[in-house]
């Protein structure tokens, strides 16, 4: 925690009645977000490495707001280039998704850009740069945006943990040839130091016996995909991507998290305090590693913890799926894959010819040249929606859809436990999936894969909803 830093963060709550549109109950958090080049350490010992950053810090700073508030945020670019600011899984209005040139023109360097929009839902969201992502994330642009419930459950205390990756040189700083072909076409740049709300060998958790803490995980690297495994505990699963699920055990023990992707988590100190306790990531099996630990101190603050209880509901449109209609979604593409050519910029263009422009992926053969293109699918507001999703190729790819959460129906045809809502769906290679929403927030969407170097190699595209 010590990372994450508040100093930018104004936290000023006006009554706001000047605003239009604002009932005069709803209250407005403003702050400042400047994104600058900087130096931090990952480690204690560890050299300054040269990040870009949020307010100085890696994760930026940690905005922590309540449902149904109005966040005000001026973002200013002191970057040597253009950027712009996403709320990643906050259903806002279009204008304000931070999608260069779809929804708001770039920001220049010396510029800035105000968003401003409401936080209908309680959960766990973050916030990061959409523009040359996978440099500008990879650099260290990103931070997380916790919007508490307005009766949030009881809990000791309420920690979060963003998750990141690097690629350090030799000398410890941030390698360049981002998007290099390889990374385009295999897993995406996956790194070499593994950080936890910007620190390479965090603090112990240390809980007291029975201590209850609410752990929020943020998935902020370019492409690693996390599987975490809490040594002596049994955490319980309450929100994935911010929404509400129904409390479970995660399956096999094992917290997956894709790129983009976040979980809360209920844990209970209840192991053998005499004991310290690793966190492992064990999600590419050759490359398990020990995460962070968790330890005990202090006096017992309960014997039993209490049953874990739901969180309260965000306000969601239910699918009606006896009226949905259904839209398939075909991903191709990638090393070792099936794909033989894609439309680029309208054209037909073979696979090699792809690789040469940067190009590796297909969306229903379409290869994205950027963030802008005609929308693929025109979706009614208002209306259900299922779409299949088909992954054929040998890779992974948690898939994002802006401005909307989905409930994942089912997988490989099997239904799912837990029908969760969520704004990302990680897909297996070669798996399938059923997603179900209601398209009813108007304009252009980004659907796209998360893994960055797939969204930039042309895992991308835009969904309107008239
Ligand atoms: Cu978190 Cu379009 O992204
Ligand atoms: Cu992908």
């Known amino acids: 925690?010590?990372?994450?830093?508040?100093?930018?963060?104004?936290?000023?709550?006006?009554?706001?009645?000047?605003?239009?549109?604002?009932?005069?109950?709803?209250?407005?958090?403003?702050?400042?977000?400047?994104?600058?080049?900087?130096?931090?350490?990952?480690?204690a010992q560890a050299r300054a490495v040269g990040v870009w950053s949020y307010g100085g810090s890696v994760p930026g700073p940690l905005i922590r707001a309540t449902q149904g508030e109005r966040l005000r945020?001026?973002?200013?670019?002191?970057?040597?280039?253009?950027?712009?600011?996403?709320?990643?899984?906050?259903?806002?209005?279009?204008?304000?998704?931070?999608?260069?040139?779809?929804?708001?023109?770039?920001?220049?360097?010396?510029?800035?850009?105000t968003y401003e929009f409401e936080l209908p839902d309680a959960g766990t969201f973050w916030y990061h740069s959409h523009l040359h992502s996978a440099e500008?994330?990879?650099?260290?642009?990103?931070?997380?945006?916790?919007?508490?419930?307005?009766?949030?459950?009881?809990?000791?205390?309420?920690?979060?943990?963003?998750?990141?990756?690097?690629?350090?040189?030799?000398?410890?700083?941030?390698?360049?040839?981002?998007?290099?072909?390889?990374?385009?076409?295999?897993?995406?740049?996956?790194?070499?130091?593994?950080?936890?709300n910007g620190a390479g060998e965090p603090p112990d958790l240390v809980l007291r016996p029975g201590e209850r803490v609410r752990l929020r995980l943020v998935n902020a690297a370019n492409a690693r995909i996390f599987g975490l495994e809490f040594e002596g505990h049994a955490p319980t699963v309450i929100a994935l991507d911010g929404q509400?699920?129904?409390?479970?055990a995660p399956a096999r023990g094992r917290i997956v998290l894709g790129p983009g992707?976040?979980?809360?988590?209920?844990?209970?100190?209840?192991?053998?305090?005499?004991?310290?306790?690793?966190?492992r990531d064990t999600f590419y099996p050759r490359q398990t590693y020990e995460l962070a630990h968790v330890a005990y101190a202090g006096e017992p603050l309960r014997t039993a913890p209490a049953r874990v209880t739901p969180l309260p509901?965000?306000?969601?449109?239910?699918?009606?799926?006896?009226?949905?209609?259904?839209?398939?979604?075909?991903?191709?593409?990638?090393?070792?894959?099936?794909?033989?050519?894609?439309?680029?910029?309208?054209?037909?263009?073979?696979?090699?010819?792809?690789?040469?422009?940067?190009?590796?992926?297909?969306?229903?053969?379409?290869?994205?040249?950027?963030?802008?293109?005609?929308?693929?699918?025109?979706?009614?507001?208002?209306?259900?929606?299922?779409l299949k999703l088909r992954n054929d190729t040998r890779w992974h790819h948690p898939m994002h859809l802006h401005g909307h959460s989905f409930r994942v129906l089912t997988r490989n045809g099997q239904p799912t436990a837990h029908r969760e809502w969520v704004d990302t769906v990680l897909l297996d290679p070669?798996?399938?999936?059923?997603v179900a929403f209601v398209a009813d927030n108007p304009g252009d969407w980004m659907f796209h894969c998360h893994v960055l170097e797939h969204q930039e190699g042309g895992m991308m595209t835009t969904i309107r909803v008239g």
């Open 244 to 248: 509400p699920v129904a409390p479970h």
């Open 430 to 434: 070669m798996e399938r999936a059923e």
């Open 136 to 196: 500008q994330l990879e650099r260290g642009l990103y931070g997380a945006l916790v919007v508490a419930e307005r009766a949030p459950p009881a809990v000791d205390r309420d920690l979060v943990w963003v998750l990141d990756d690097w690629l350090l040189t030799r000398e410890g700083q941030v390698q360049g040839g981002f998007n290099n072909p390889h990374d385009v076409a295999h897993a995406g740049r996956l790194g070499n130091v593994v950080t936890l």
């Open 313 to 386: 509901p965000n306000p969601l449109p239910e699918p009606d799926m006896a009226n949905a209609r259904s839209h398939e979604f075909v991903f191709e593409g990638g090393m070792m894959g099936t794909m033989h050519q894609a439309l680029l910029d309208g054209r037909p263009v073979p696979m090699m010819a792809l690789l040469r422009q940067g190009k590796a992926w297909a969306i229903n053969g379409v290869a994205a040249a950027g963030h802008t293109m005609a929308p693929v699918l025109t979706l009614e507001r208002g209306r259900s929606y299922i």
């Open 73 to 113: 945020v001026v973002a200013e670019n002191r970057l040597p280039q253009e950027t712009t600011v996403h709320w990643h899984g906050i259903r806002l209005s279009n204008a304000m998704d931070g999608v260069p040139h779809l929804t708001q023109p770039p920001i220049a360097p010396g510029a800035s850009f």
């Open 1 to 43: 925690m010590s990372s994450i830093r508040r100093r930018d963060f104004l936290g000023a709550t006006l009554a706001l009645s000047q605003f239009g549109g604002a009932s005069a109950s709803q209250s407005l958090r403003e702050l400042r977000l400047v994104a600058a080049p900087g130096q931090v350490a990952l480690d």
């Open 261 to 279: 992707m976040r979980c809360d988590l209920i844990l209970d100190g209840t192991a053998d305090a005499a004991k310290r306790y690793a966190v």
